[in-house]
T-cell receptor, first 112, second 116 residues
Framework: AQTVTQSQPEMSVQEAETVTLSCTYD???????LFWYKQPPSRQMILVIR??????QNATENRFSVNFQKAAKSFSLKISDSQLGDAAMYFC?????????FGAGTRLTVKP | GAVVSQHPSWVICKSGTSVKIECRSL??????MFWYRQFPKQSLMLMAT?????????EQGVEKDKFLINHASLTLSTLTVTSAHPEDSSFYIC????????????FGPGTRLTVL
């Protein structure tokens, strides 16, 4: 079974600084998707960024970028110029076919 | 955009009663819908996957007789918690998958269930 591991239960960053959230996964599939979702206190899941496994280029979305290392099965999220509104739970997710699995989450605190 | 709604957003019920939660894709037809359960300060756990017109596929450990899923159309899936007990209290999130330009999955806002 596929597993997703987020080894950082909590992270903290100073406003305007950069923070990296870690994620590793285990799979025997060659074709899959990876995601980072943000869950603010409202509990609404918000897609931050996605990466197709067949693409070697790391995905970027404005201040958010990933470091996708397929051989190492690593998928970290970098948040640049952190803002107070970035504070939330962040979940790393893996999907192959109809099977989306989530990591345990990392709670990000942004200090003013 | 792509919006997934859930109704109700929160519900309180007595132990032994049944509760139905609706999940609708408002502006697209979903190929597949998913139901997740999230306990406080924990991650989302997949409960079941359903396709319109066919029986849902339940994850190991999820009682299909307790958590009834009906996927009546390409825009509506319902989760019924039968004979609810306090341990069923949780946050239930649905998600809908659609193939447009990309293969995308959108999440509803969740339903908080409290069983007294």
């Amino acid at each position: 079974a596929q597993t997703v591991t987020q080894s950082q239960p909590e992270m903290s960053v100073q406003e305007a600084e950069t923070v990296t959230l870690s994620c590793t996964y285990d799979t025997s599939e060659s074709d899959y998707y990876l995601f980072w979702y943000k869950q603010p206190p409202s509990r609404q899941m918000i897609l931050v960024i996605r990466q197709e496994a067949y693409k070697q280029q790391n995905a970027t979305e404005n201040r958010f970028s990933v470091n996708f290392q397929k051989a190492a099965k690593s998928f970290s999220l970098k948040i640049s110029d952190s803002q107070l509104g970035d504070a939330a739970m962040y979940f790393c997710a893996y999907r192959s076919d109809n099977d989306m699995r989530f990591g345990a989450g990392t709670r990000l605190t942004v200090k003013p | 955009g792509a919006v997934v709604s859930q109704h109700p957003s929160w519900v309180i019920c007595k132990s032994g009663t049944s509760v139905k939660i609706e999940c609708r894709s408002l502006d697209f037809q979903a190929t597949t819908m998913f139901w997740y359960r999230q306990f406080p300060k924990q991650s989302l756990m997949l409960m079941a996957t359903s396709n319109e017109g066919s029986k849902a596929t339940y994850e190991q450990g999820v009682e299909k007789d307790k958590f009834l899923i009906n996927h009546a159309s390409l825009t509506l899936s319902t989760l019924t918690v039968t004979s609810a007990h306090p341990e069923d209290s949780s946050f239930y999130i649905c998600s809908a998958r659609v193939y447009r330009v990309l293969d995308e999955q959108f999440f509803g806002p969740g339903t908080r269930l409290t069983v007294l």
